[in-house]
C-alpha cells in the first residue's frame, strides 16, 4: 500500500520540478558578458567566410583567451559570428567591448546589435569607406585606429538608438550581438581579427551594474 501512496507524490514532484524549470528557463537575463574564457558556445557564423574560429591565448584585451577570427568576403561581409540575446533596451544600458586587428584590407572591424523592431546598430573602427545612417541602421565609427592594438569601448545603447531614430518603443529588446568584419566594396581579401570583453548590461547612475 505505501508503494502505491509513493507513485503519486514522485510524479507530483517530478511534474512540479519540470514546472519549475520550465519557469527558470523563460526568466530574462538583463545582462550578456562573454570574455572567451571557456570557448565560444552560442556564436554562429552568420555571413562571410570564416577560417578556423577559436579561442586563443597570445593576444588577448584581458583575461587568457580571446576569439580570433579570420575571414573572407561574401555578401558585403568579410566575416559575421552571431549570438542571440533577450535584453530589454532601458535608458541604461551600457555596451561595451574590445577589438584588435592584424592589418586593415576590408573597410571595417566591429560589432552590430541587433533590435527586436528588425533595425541594427554598427560599431566599428572605419579603415576607409564613407557609411551614414539610414532608416534601419546606425552608425557609430572610431576612425584612424592603430593596427596590432586593442581598442576598448563603452557606449550607451539606448542614447544611440535614440539619436539615430528619434524614440525608442517601451518594449524594444536587443536580439542579438555580431563580430563583424565588413567588406561591402567586395573586396575578397582575407581580415584577421579579435575580439574580447564584451558586455551589455544596465547601470545606475553612478556606472555600477544593477
Known amino acids: 500500500m505505501k508503494y502505491l501512496v509513493m507513485i503519486p507524490i514522485v510524479m507530483f514532484i517530478l511534474i512540479l520540478s519540470n514546472f519549475i524549470s520550465g519557469v527558470s528557463g523563460s526568466v530574462v537575463r538583463n545582462s550578456f558578458t562573454e570574455d572567451f574564457e571557456t570557448g565560444y558556445d552560442g556564436w554562429e557564423r552568420t555571413d562571410g567566410k570564416i577560417f578556423f574560429p577559436r579561442t586563443q591565448r597570445f593576444i588577448t584585451y584581458e583575461g587568457d583567451y580571446a576569439f580570433r577570427m579570420t575571414s573572407r568576403g561574401a555578401q558585403g561581409y568579410s566575416g ?3 549570438h542571440q540575446i533577450d535584453i530589454p533596451l532601458m535608458p541604461n544600458t551600457t555596451f561595451e567591448f574590445a577589438y584588435y586587428f592584424l592589418w586593415k584590407r576590408v573597410s571595417y572591424v566591429g560589432y552590430q546589435i541587433e533590435f527586436s523592431d528588425g533595425k541594427i546598430g554598427d560599431y566599428f573602427s572605419l579603415f576607409y569607406g564613407m557609411f551614414v545612417n539610414i532608416s534601419v541602421a546606425y552608425i557609430v565609427q572610431y576612425k584612424v585606429e592603430a593596427s596590432r592594438a586593442w581598442h576598448f569601448h563603452h557606449v550607451n545603447l539606448y542614447d544611440d538608438y535614440r539619436n539615430a531614430f528619434g524614440s525608442v518603443p517601451s518594449d524594444l529588446r536587443i536580439t ?13 581579401k582575407f581580415q584577421t581579427s579579435y575580439f574580447d570583453s564584451i558586455k551589455i548590461t544596465q547601470e545606475n547612475q553612478r556606472g555600477d551594474e544593477l
Open 80 to 82: 559575421r559570428i552571431e
Open 176 to 188: 542579438s550581438v555580431s563580430l563583424i568584419a565588413g567588406d561591402p566594396y567586395f573586396t575578397q
